[in-house]
């Protein structure tokens, strides 16, 4: 669609005016005017007074200048469907966010007194934005579900402004479709380790030397995991909205991979949690991450879920997010500082973990890898998967009725529940707690790395040969 006169004069962002039952594609112009009062055409006061409220709470510096405003084609439609562009349209105009995504994207929503977005008929607003030859819209978070089947129009989801403006200060983190060759460990013990990871969503540490292919084993993993059905997915695209603007339609179906670099601070680490959702979350430097952060790791393994502090009307609230992915810590060497390369170096080379011991405690598998134990592979289908689809299959089924989709989510006492027809590997549990080979408080991963072991090999219940299998996956296994 090509852009209106004037344009280059001139911000403008695309928009959807409802009038009636009709619902027609309207432009919104913004200009710095220093000179001149600033004007609104076809704009409510009750509209600038919530745009003006959604940006002062959106993080962003309210623009220090006259701004004009226009809207085109907007005359006696219902103003609440534009809210959102006029914000961006304005903070544009005042050059606070880039315009490079504004050509080709209709933003609809309106605010309500908290800063958050709603809409109305989005279905039909989505329709006439597709008709009009745009490629792309942002629209609320809560209509996920009802603009999920759109697929020749992408849909982006976003909870409040504040996302829209982290969304066009950087290219969306979608989530992507990879290279399509992996790189898979040569050593078959190394290779089985990341195939018990990727099917039980566990837990597991990666480390090696300085040159070592650590991040290969976390990307193998991730190769691992099966497409993401649809409900999976729609699950995971509307808890990242939440926290930033995200692709809705078409669905992704490759699921997510998250670096978290060791500089991480706490309240950004959560959001890359939020983003791995459903996917894979990979922590590089474990040794050197913020103190602050291990909690947030270790609350994460514990409980399966993110707890994250939210201020509103003056209080403050905790809300618990669950966190269904595989999580994979690596001493991957940084090059942000050479210094402390030679310094992690050191310390690998002499075969020492030396990560915090909150963490290093609730690991449940341990691999150490060679320089070049890895190999390129390319093809459809990457060795180990059809064995992960098969297991993770057979966890969905068996829990069911708790909503979890691997066993690393299930509590110990349903872990032993689930057992309790086969007493001799409860017993044999309890004697090697007994005998100090595996600690009371590492039990419950133990068992549910030996569940996991069972589904590989298509058993019904866990045995004690599970259980020494399990054991020796918790020590570090060498390539």
Known sequence: ???????RAR??????????????VAVITAR????????????GPEQCERVRAAIIGSEVQYPHRRIQVTGLNTAGARSGLHDLALAVAV???????????????????????????HGGDLIEAVWAAKRAGLTRVVVPAAYAGVLSSFTDIEVFLASNLAAVVRWLRRSCP???????WVQVPAD???REAAVVAAAGGHVLAVSGGVDAPTLAVAGYVHALLDPVWAPEALDAVMWRAQREVTRVAPLPTVAPLVHAHHSISPKALRAAMIRAHRGVLVCTELAHFPVKATPVLAHLIDHRSIEVSQDYRGQTLRPVWPASLNLVMT?????????????IGHRCGSNRWGWPSEIEARVELRVWIEPGAVRPYQGSEVPGRGRVARARGAARRRWSGLAAVSNAEVSAPVLREAVGRDPETLRYLASLIEHAICAEHQA????????????????ATPTADDLDTALALRHAVTS
Request: glycine share 12%; hydrophobic share 40%.
């Open 1 to 7: 669609m090509t852009a209106p006169s004037g344009a």
């Open 11 to 24: 911000v403008w962002t695309w928009t959807i005016a409802a009038t009636g039952e009709e619902y027609d």
């Open 32 to 43: 710095a005017d220093d000179d001149r009062e600033p004007s609104a055409n076809a704009i």
């Open 91 to 117: 903070l544009a105009a005042g050059g606070l966010v880039p315009s490079e995504l504004l050509a080709e994207t209709v933003f609809i929503g309106q605010f309500d007194v908290d800063g958050h977005l």
């Open 174 to 180: 979608d989530f992507s479709a990879g290279s399509g």
């Open 188 to 190: 078959p013990k190394v």
């Open 331 to 343: 001493d991957h060497v940084c090059t942000c500082s050479p210094r402390q390369r030679d310094r």
């Open 444 to 459: 419950a991963g133990l068992l549910a790395v030996a569940w996991t072991v069972c589904d590989l090999r298509g058993g």
